[in-house]
């Protein structure tokens, strides 16, 4: 086994290989990334949905309150079958990545909406009633209130969130996106030897993810020390 | 003619019923000292007046007009003329002292920021914090906590003001100057409903004295009659045992 | 626009097939979290108590694991252990792969867990006169227990909707079973919709036990929802 791997290695780590593998891997982290961009955005939305106390917003509330439910219990690869059947049916043309991106989307507003949820409730009730005995609306209050407060505490685990779907968007090799493990699956239909090309692969995902979660435990720590709680 | 009307008013926490019945009015300009023993449901009434703890039952009116607590579009014009302190300041911990008492004229009343500003710092000198303006509310104490969240009240300058035992943290030469500048704010016509442990500061400054046990008015009058000569036997055994003190 | 009429008909004759993969994906997701959980606590107590190179090879253990896609660790053990010379059926790559995956997660959750026993219960135990046995199983062990059993419960959760990418092995749990079907009817979104409900009721049936569980024996802190 040794020598075969010798023997492949400077072709395997060639220009080209290596060119290929590196547009993959930012495809992996773009996936990751664009989806807990809007995802967090999204999430957010659906969080504030959830504390409105309005009679006529009802039907929004469940309905948010349905979606991060049901969003966080269904897998990935589920999610991403039913999306890309879904525009499969409706005949919309849209490149695998994109349909990828709308499954990591959707996933990530559910999670991301809890966690923000998480973040809202953390800033004490007295900080709301006197918002609201002041005659803040809720947009109101979470804009110049709750936020500046709660940003602190849901940044740590919406980081950590984004850093856990880089590696769950291997799945979408599954459907044909251009990331990672497909360029892996690439590579060895190619004729290198598994052990060569996953390993690779399998460090490729390390040296993407290892700096980014120590940065997030980095992130976590800063901003729960003291010395950082100042706006 | 009274300003602010109270009848019946409930509310529960859960199965607990803190308020029972409570009736009470303060007339335009007068103050209203409201005392009690812990847990009576004092600061109950109050977040029931700005609408923060749901009426079970009971109506309650401003200059005539009835609110509907149901209504989100009454409770914002009743937020609109009544203030409140709170017994725990509340103070936003994310702004700085002149930030908490600018945010809601300039961004909820969209009041001019400059105005403001010279008011919010007027008022807040006159509470005794002129050099605490850029201050955290972490980095003060909490009688200093508490002037601040006075002068955030007022910067909102309300009709009726709620004051929930805002001595209990001073110091007592700062019980005095929290003192006068109610009295000035009585002289200039506000309305006030005051809860407080400090039966001094109550005697002093009240009109009329509410005397509430377990979610309900047990007796009302002067603070002449109140202190001196209260007619029910469970407000004699409070004011004694709190004047000994 | 989706121009589509539904007809979950067609699919009713599959379901026993669908509620069998669901029987399957539980099934990998217990066996992998117990072997995970064992993994996890000798890998927790050996950060905790062990000296530096043990420490230090468990630390790199956790660090691999939980940075590199369990799919493609799947991916290493199928296909790239066979040139070493070990073969493994897909079943027994995806048990492994999860399982080793959740002995890292394991062990990072248990670490947490027991770091965060409290000196302040150790001290109240000594002044009552515990022995150190006592102190572990009276003080120490229900402690760690309630802190542990929230984020345990939530990795099991996890690691239920993870078993879906057995399917991309051939192994006939709940999404293998649903590509199948699919590629026998072409009712795609019939039938992934109604696996994406079974998933959805497996793991809630999973998450109430588990709260009620969580509650009552363990004493922990729990929500549903
Ligand atoms: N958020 C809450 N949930 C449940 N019960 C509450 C809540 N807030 C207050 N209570 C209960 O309502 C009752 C009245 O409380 P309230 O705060 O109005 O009393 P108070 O007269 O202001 O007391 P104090 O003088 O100690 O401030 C008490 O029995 C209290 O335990
Ligand atoms: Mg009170």
Redesign the pocket.
Known sequence: MWERLIEEAPRFFGYYNLVFLGKAALATVALSALGCIIGIVLGSLVALLRLTTRLPLAPLRWIAALYTEIFRRVPFLVTLMLVFFAFQLSKVDLPMFWVAAVSVTLIASAFLAEIVRAGFESVHRNQWDAAAAMNFGLLDTVRYVVLPQAWRIILPPAFGFFVLFIKDTALASQIGVIELTFAGKVLNNKGFSAVLVFGTILVAYFLVSWPLSRLGKHLEQRLASPRHQRP | MPRLVINGLEARYGSLKVLDGIDLDVASGDVVGLIGP?GSG??TILRTLVGLTPPAAGSVEIDGEHIDYAKPGDVRRLRDRLAIVF?QYNLFQNMTVLQNVMIAPTKIKKRAAAEVREEAVRLLAKVGLADKLDRYPDELSGGQQQRVAIARALALRPEILLL??VTAALDPELVSEVLDTIRVLAREGMTMLI?SHEMGFIREVSKEVVFMDAGRVVERGTPAKIFDAPEEARTRDFVSKILRH | MLDYTFQFGQIVPYLPRLLDGAVVALELAVLSFCGGLLLGTVGAALLTFAGGVVRRIIGWYVSFFTNTPQLVQIYFLYFALPDMGIVLSSFTAVLLGMTLNAGAYLTEIQRAGFESRRQSEMEAAEVLGFSRVQQIRYVILPHVARVLFPPLSNHFILMTLGTSMAAVFGVEELTGQALNINSVTFRSLEIFSVTALLYIAVTLVASALLAVIGTTVFRARMRMF
């Open positions: 812990s004092k600061s017994q929930d035992e809860v």
